[in-house]
T-cell receptor
Framework: AQSVSQHNHHVILSEAASLELGCNYSYGGTVNLFWYVQYPGQHLQLLLKYFSGDPLVKGIKGFEAEFIKSKFSFNLRKPSVQWSDTAEYFCAVNANSNDYKLSFGAGTTVTVRA | DSGVTQTPKHLITATGQRVTLRCSPRSGDLSVYWYQQSLDQGLQFLIQYYNGEERAKGNILERFSAQQFPDLHSELNLSSLELGDSALYFC????????????FGSGTRLTVV
C-alpha cells in the first residue's frame, strides 16, 4: 500500500544541535514532496517543497531537505535548532497530478530545550 | 491569518448528534480539502471539492458528507457521532497551482462526549 513513513515519533534536543528528520514514501512514479510544520495551537504551515530540479531544497526558517529518488526519501535538516523550532513536523506527498490531495506521515514532535 | 477560515473553532457535542463544520477558502481558490487529525490516525485526507464538484475521496466514513457551495465555501457534515470522531478537522484550499498553493485553516476541534 502507498504510504508515507516518518521514522521518529519524538525528538528531543538542545538548542544549537543539528536536526534531521527522516521521511520515506512508497509511491511509484512522479511525486511532489512537502514538509509542513505545526506550532502548538496553530495551523499547518509549509516549510518547503520539492517538485523537480535540484534535489536539495531550501525552505523557510533555515530548514532544508534532500530528495533521494533511489531511496524514496525526503529528509528534513536544520544545522542549528532554536527553542522556537519546537513543533510537530509532517512530511507529505502528492502522488496524483489530477488531484492535489496530500498524504501525510504520522508526524514527528520536536522538542528543543533551551 | 492564513486566509482560510474555519468555524467554529471548538465544538463539544454528545454521541449520536450531528454537526456541521464550515470552511471558507482563500480568495480565488477553487479547491477545498478536508482532513481529520487524530492522535491514533494522524492526518487523514477525507475529501476534496473543486468548484462545487467532488474531485477526490479519501478515508471518509459514510456518516460523513461534504459539499461545496456556489460561493465556494464548504461544509463538512458529521452525523451519528461517536467518541472516536473526536479530532481536529482541518480545511485547506488551493488554486490551480495545485499543492504549491495549499493553505490550511486553523481547524475545528470536535469533542464528542
Amino acid at each position: 500500500a502507498q504510504s508515507v513513513s516518518q521514522h521518529n515519533h519524538h525528538v528531543i534536543l538542545s538548542e544549537a544541535a543539528s536536526l534531521e528528520l527522516g521521511c520515506n514514501y512508497s509511491y511509484g512514479g512522479t511525486v511532489n514532496l512537502f514538509w509542513y510544520v505545526q506550532y502548538p495551537g496553530q495551523h499547518l504551515q509549509l516549510l518547503l517543497k520539492y517538485f523537480s530540479g535540484d534535489p536539495l531544497v531550501k525552505g523557510i526558517k533555515g530548514f532544508e531537505a534532500e530528495f533521494i529518488k533511489s531511496k524514496f526519501s525526503f529528509n528534513l535538516r536544520k544545522p542549528s535548532v532554536q527553542w522556537s523550532d519546537t513543533a510537530e513536523y509532517f512530511c507529505a506527498v502528492n502522488a496524483n497530478s489530477n488531484d492535489y490531495k496530500l498524504s501525510f506521515g504520522a508526524g514527528t514532535t520536536v522538542t528543543v530545550r533551551a | 491569518d492564513s486566509g482560510v477560515t474555519q468555524t467554529p473553532k471548538h465544538l463539544i457535542t454528545a454521541t449520536g448528534q450531528r454537526v456541521t463544520l464550515r470552511c471558507s477558502p482563500r480568495s480565488g481558490d477553487l479547491s477545498v480539502y478536508w482532513y481529520q487529525q487524530s492522535l491514533d490516525q494522524g492526518l487523514q485526507f477525507l475529501i476534496q471539492y473543486y468548484n462545487g464538484e467532488e474531485r477526490a475521496k479519501g478515508n471518509i466514513l459514510e456518516r460523513f458528507s461534504a459539499q461545496q457551495f456556489p460561493d465556494l465555501h464548504s461544509e463538512l457534515n458529521l452525523s451519528s457521532l461517536e467518541l472516536g470522531d473526536s479530532a481536529l478537522y482541518f480545511c485547506a484550499s488551493s488554486g490551480d497551482r495545485g499543492p504549491d498553493g495549499y493553505t490550511f485553516g486553523s481547524g475545528t476541534r470536535l469533542t464528542v462526549v
